[in-house]
């Protein structure tokens, strides 16, 4: 049984993997609309002429938002978090796990449960209402508003994720942990 749900785990962690690897090519397509909308603008003002819109802006916003909504699973998937550890790094293996087992229990799951409850209605009248920029030539809102619902359930299933491998260190099968995912990983609760 742990067997499986480690599989299902390590797949949860791919997942994970391949959109926080998304979000850093959007970081980099981020920036560089930034730089056109900085660099349009100051040749735009040299030759009297408006070189960028609002669309760009917009892009600009929402693409920078998009790196956050798609790392969230990542960053607690690789435990990059922010902790205030100053205890917690000197507790054994088990009991970071225990910790941690229950804080995603208790915090992390209701949370995300929350999160996606009170998204849903306001992205599902977005989507309805084909909510659109106000600003001249901006982009519509719903799908914007839609990655945020997504954002938490990819947030959730890493929790699901991490509720399974902390129950296996809870149980001694750390050696099953490590068949199932990359060695680093398998160490981060050292």
């Known amino acids: 049984m742990l067997r499986a749900l480690l599989k ?13 690897g ?7 397509v981020t920036v560089v609309i930034g730089f056109y909308n900085v660099l349009v603008r100051y040749v735009g003002q040299f030759i ?8 760009f802006i917009e892009m600009q916003w929402y693409l920078y938002s998009l790196v956050f909504f798609l790392s969230f699973a ?5 435990g990059i978090n922010v902790r205030v550890d100053f ?5 054994s293996r088990k009991r970071k796990a225990m910790l941690d087992f229950w804080g995603h229990i208790f ?6 449960i929350i999160g996606i409850w009170v998204s849903v209605n306001p992205v599902l009248i977005s989507w309805r209402q084909w909510e659109q920029s106000p600003d001249p030539s901006g982009l519509p809102r719903a799908p914007l508003k839609t990655m945020i619902i997504v954002a938490f359930v990819l947030l959730l299933l890493q929790v ?5 491998k902390l129950y296996a260190v809870l149980q001694g099968e750390e050696s099953e942990i490590e068949k199932f995912t990359d060695h680093k990983e398998a160490l981060r609760l050292e």
Not at 22 to 28: R, T
């Open 160 to 164: 699901i994720s991490e509720l399974i």
């Open 48 to 55: 009297g002429a408006q070189l960028s819109s609002n669309l």
């Open 22 to 28: 998304m979000s850093v090519i959007l970081v980099i």
């Open 74 to 78: 990542y960053i607690l998937k690789n």
């Open 107 to 112: 915090l992390l799951i209701p949370y995300c």
């Open 87 to 91: 205890i917690y790094a000197n507790w």
């Open 8 to 20: 299902f785990s390590s797949f949860i962690d791919g997942i994970s993997e391949r959109t926080g």
